[in-house]
């Protein structure tokens, strides 16, 4: 089992907002980068965000990360239909010596 | 453009080897480490280790020593992943990932396209 928890699923209606939380400890989020990744089905995963906040050339504003203590969050505004995936987060782990990733949450738009 | 392409899916059975290999291409091969990643059907990712494309010294995380290998052959510019004495629940996708940063930064990025790994008698 994962040290990142992450919701199984959240939803709304397209153009709103969603957040997705990311909680750890302090040997991997409270002293790591965090980064989050986006998977359709059938597809591989996707770089979306990195070190907590930032976002990779190509990857559109409505994306944002955060992170504050021992939890991350990942929000999408303006949803989409197309937003529908799998997003994982993922950071470091000091204690474990391991890139660990969190338990992944399933995004629906209503 | 960077990506990684992946061999194909593969259908194996109990007790026998297998190796998915990893071809890079749109930037220098041995500047970027190559992470590996699993996913079983239906769960989630689970980061195996890693290779320095520099040094070809590997790190395998707990739970992924022993059968598992990791290579390189920069001459093509490719990472190999070689799983032995196969296990029903070695079933999986294996995905290569190129880490962008310093290793542990965790931007993966590309990835491969994935490897379907299926072990069935």
């Known amino acids: 089992q994962s040290v990142l928890t992450q919701p199984p699923s959240v939803s709304a209606a397209p153009g709103q907002k969603v957040t997705i939380s990311c909680s750890g400890s302090?040997?991997?989020?409270?002293?790591?980068?965090v980064s989050w990744y986006q998977q359709f089905p059938g597809t591989a995963p996707k770089f979306l965000i990195y070190?907590?906040?930032k976002r990779p050339s190509g990857i559109p504003d409505r994306f944002s990360g955060s992170k504050s203590g021992t939890s991350a969050t990942l929000g999408i505004t303006g949803l989409q239909t197309g937003d529908e995936a799998d997003y994982y987060c993922g950071t470091w782990d000091s204690s474990l010596s391991a890139y660990v990733f969190g338990t992944g949450t399933k995004v629906t738009v209503l | 453009q960077v990506q990684l392409v992946q061999s194909g899916s593969e259908l194996k059975r109990p007790g026998a080897s297998v190796k998915v290999s990893c071809k890079a291409s749109?930037?220098?091969?041995?500047?970027?480490?190559m992470n590996w990643v699993r996913q079983a059907p239906g769960q989630g990712l689970e980061w195996m280790g890693w290779i320095s494309t520099n040094t070809g010294n590997p790190t395998y995380a707990q739970g992924f020593t022993g059968r598992f290998v990791f290579s390189l052959d920069t001459s093509v510019s490719t990472a190999y992943l070689q799983i032995s004495s196969l296990k029903a629940e070695d079933t999986a996708f294996y995905y290569c990932a190129r880490e962008r940063g310093i290793q542990g930064m965790g931007r993966f990025d590309p990835w491969g396209q994935g490897t379907l790994v299926t072990v069935s008698s």
């Open positions: 302090s040997s991997n989020i409270g002293n790591n980068y």
């Open positions: 070190d907590n906040n």
């Open positions: 749109g930037y220098i091969f041995n500047s970027y480490p």
